[in-house]
């Protein structure tokens, strides 16, 4: 009797294991789930970033099952943003996403092989933008200067200048 039951187990467990494919049941969810589909994102704490600019970026995510949107997803079509330096993201059930931007902070306008690239606090080189005035920021020239505007930032910061 236990050599039937065994039998029968090991048969019921290849049957199952000969017709059972993940991809093809994953798929079939994300095509026929018309429920918990993203219709609004909302951002918030963004001073330099544009927010038409973010929304752009995650047009693509637009009307995809809240459940099936990683995190990941987002941060991936967000990574070439210029200020980004993180992200916090929030799932509202049942239809929205509210991301908050965590953006660096510019230093100075950096002079490099003729050109302007604006200098922030992650030492991110980003060409600068006409549209955007940053008249304020200390102009920064010389050799190394990136590396060595960060330093210098830092040491008057520790004297409370």
Avoid: C, W
Wanted: proline fraction near 2%.
């Amino acid at each position: 009797m236990k050599k039937f039951y065994r039998i029968f187990l090991l048969i019921t467990i290849l049957v199952f294991l000969s017709t059972y494919n993940p991809n093809k049941f994953e798929a079939n969810i994300e095509n026929n789930n018309t429920f918990f589909q993203i219709k609004k994102i909302i951002i918030s704490n963004n001073l330099l970033i544009n927010k038409d600019h973010i929304l752009e970026k995650l047009n693509k995510i637009y009307d995809k099952n809240i459940f099936l949107i990683k995190r990941r997803d987002i941060e991936e079509s967000l990574q070439k943003v210029n200020f980004l330096k993180k992200i916090e993201v929030k799932k509202k059930y049942p239809d929205t996403i509210t991301i908050k931007i965590f953006e660096t902070k510019p230093l100075g306008i950096l002079f490099k092989d003729k050109t302007q690239y604006l200098l922030d606090s992650s030492l991110n080189l980003i060409e600068m933008d006409k549209n955007i005035d940053f008249a304020e920021l200390p102009n920064i020239i010389g050799n190394d200067a990136e590396n060595n505007i960060v330093n210098f930032l830092d040491q008057l910061e520790t004297n409370k200048f």
